[in-house]
């Protein structure tokens, strides 16, 4: 520990010393303490024991920035022969005795059982409450469960309100595991508000030395903020009272989120908003710099950068301006100037050199590798950058400022969490160099002052797994365990842990449900007869009436939407008013999980935007008719030849009309009828108090359906994961991956594809989907398998490149089609919709086209076009692998290979 600690410029905090030592003594380790508080040195005492005792150890990161950071620093402390990284693009002396990697490249290792695996003493796994993520979250559970017992763990996470129950789970599937909390900052953090230009203490009273916020029932908001509050909505109070013009409804619109953070009530008296070019010479002329200025906003983001450098801003001196535009210029030297003139390197470079910069996952990983590495030197003076930064690679600052205290999470606009606040302003302090840090948030119209100190005060972060078997994941566990083995393996995942914990909850109310109900049915009691067989038969009639007809519609509109779902373009359908129609576009509206949509038209030319309720019955496409790519709805010429196609293929099938009558309810009536006859029979009808035994009976059948609710529900969720993986391998063996407990040869080719639609991906490759596509069509059939589109008002469809990756596309989306009906018939979420809103720029690009040219007509930034060409490489490498030889792994590994080029192949070597 002397020698270890030596290493460090500055003493060892003790929460560092215990983990540590509990790490040397042979245990595993669990680390929770706020960001930037120096978790990683426990990870690095870790690399410091294996060397020592000549073991392996991988150190594990959730993002390759992060792995390729973590990598330069062990490189810097122990040279590049004993250091190895391992990110899936890159390889690097990967039989090193220190390896950095993500997680996913160690899952991957433990389901071959990879050689490199020998000798394994440490795992690192930085980040581990990414096990919450949903969509990635699953892999740090894989991981944990499935290496070697000898293997020692140091889980390294962000403070959780729920430590002591993952450590919990932690010695119950690793055994010995020690848990370490720290939530003292080694930085003090004092906490501001920005009202116009002058900055103002969100909490009175807290001392220069404090080491943390205020606890929340402690906290004392700052009184001038309340009377800002105040004044404010007296203002608002007044303008509402004062003619609005014509229209008496005014200008002012509402605001999102729920308005205690600003946004609820906005009024032309509430001051002018803090620009940030404001914002930064404030921040400059208080020594507050250098800050990350967190915008929850891609394209807010960039235009920040240009609203401060265009205003004249220039935070940098001559010597830091020069140094920044040096390592600029290291990173892009890779690059041609026509792609460097695409990216517009220069304007990047300009705002750089004045001291400015965005960060957030649209931008090329070059251009994000700048910024990083500027903004370590502490020429970079401010940042602005979406909350990614807040959850990866290492950048303090001295300040962290929130422009707002709402974010956009994909569907609405909704208040931050304490969590995300924790650890967004958890950047602000650097250890060795700031005595104090500093987290400023921007008032906004409508701001209450308590609810903003409520937020920086409480810490509520649980952390919720997100596991859940995969079809790869079974296939894997299969073959590595079998059957009752991995879904023993199953039922003692983190998830599972936390559901038997809910379950034990559930008993306990049942038990109370149960006294309850024993109270009800004394007091229901009747001289005449049974009175709850007489409530049974009332309630059983009022049930199916009010019941029979919503169920049979939604089931119907169930139906409908279904089939509007599956359509593709030039399917043949009937309409019960234009007769047969060809489906033009199809989509859904805003997202991927919202009511489908299709454009089609008739033959009379109409042109109709079809959605569920449009329709009387489920739609079936009786034929296909090719749509051409350059095919206008304005030409009328384009029209008329559609059109004639489609006859001619009816002409050809001459299909029958479909038969939308909807079934009647007559069964149902029946039931009634005799339910009503039987009522009329039962003694307990004669009854002068029936109604009042009829009120507590009521009451005892609600709390029956209670209790045995919350029996089923305890018995669905004991061994839950363990049934999903049953269902999973019934669709396995359903379709061959499987032989019982064996795996066939598809099942060994399914191991090999780690992909969202992991089973469409195989089945393609068994039925012979990508036969004979040239290799940019190939690549853009396969992106069909990974994008996912933002929503966007943009009317332009997207279509396939040509006609052999449309056809390829359409027996894909067949296959989708069919294998969403065995996870319906086996109760298994629908895997998402292919989409091919990335094609046309998988196929340009594997074809040699230039950056500029591409990038023009993807829409697309720099950073997200190369982040998806880097997917389609990795699954085209899978595919790759999974084929075996012949002209499927020939056609995957070319494409491979004329995509990794010019900034995806300079980033690849970068990131």
Known sequence: MREFAELYPFGLDDYQLEACHELAQGRGVLVAAPTGSGKTVVGEFAVHLATGRSRKC??????????????HDLVDRYGPDRVGLLTGDTSVNAEAQIVVMTTEVLRNMIYAASPTLGNLGYVVMDEVHYLADRFRGAVWEEVILGLAES?????LSATVSNVEDFGEWLRTVRGEFSVVVSERRPVPLFQHVLVGRRLVDLFEGVAPTAQEVPAERMAKVNRELLQVSKAEASRVRDDSRRPRGRS??????????????????HSRFAGRPTSRGEVAVVLDRAELLPAIYFIFSRVGCDAAVGQVYNAGITLTSRAEAAQLGRIADKHVAGLSVADLEALRFEDFRDALMAGVAAHHAGQLPAFKAIVEESFATGALKIVFATETLALGINMPARTVVLEKLVKYNGES??????????????????RGIDIEGHAVVLWQSGMDPRAVAGLASRRTYPLRSSFAPTYNMAVNLMATLGRERARDLLNQSFAQFQTDKSVVTAARTGRRFTADLRAAVEAAQCHLGDFMEYAQLRERIAQLEATSSRARKAQHAEAVSDSLGALTPGDV???????????????????????????VIAGDHTVLKLQPHDLRGPVEPVGRV???K??????????RALLAAMSAKLEELDPAVPDLTVPTDDDVAREIADLRADLAAHPCHECPDRELHAVEAARALRLEREAKRVEVDAVARANSLAVQFDRITAVLEELGYLDGDVLTDAGRMLRRIYNELDLVAAECVRRDVFADLTPPQLAAVLSTLLYESRPTRDAVAPRMPDAASERAQSELRSVWREVGLLERKHRIDRGREPDIGFAEAAWRWASGQDLAKVLLHTGLSAGDFVRWVRQVIDLAGQLAAAAGPGDLRRTCLIAADEMRRGVVAADLTED
């Open 630 to 639: 350059d095919f206008s709805l304005r030409e009328r010429r384009d029209r």
């Open 58 to 71: 991988f150190y594990t990161t959730p993002i390759k920035a992060l792995s390729n950071q973590k990598y």
């Open 413 to 430: 606009h909704v208040d931050i969490t304490p969590g995300e606040y924790t650890q967004l302003t958890g950047r602000a302090g650097r």
């Open 151 to 155: 293997v020692q763990i140091v889980a």
């Open 626 to 628: 090719r749509i051409p």
């Open 248 to 265: 008496g409804r005014g200008k002012d619109r509402p605001g999102q989120g729920s308005g205690q953070f600003g946004g609820a009530a």
């Open 573 to 599: 359908i009937h309409l019960p008013r234009q007769e047969w129609v060809v489906v033009l576009r199809t989509g859904r509206k805003n997202h991927r999980d919202a009511e489908p949509w299709a454009q």
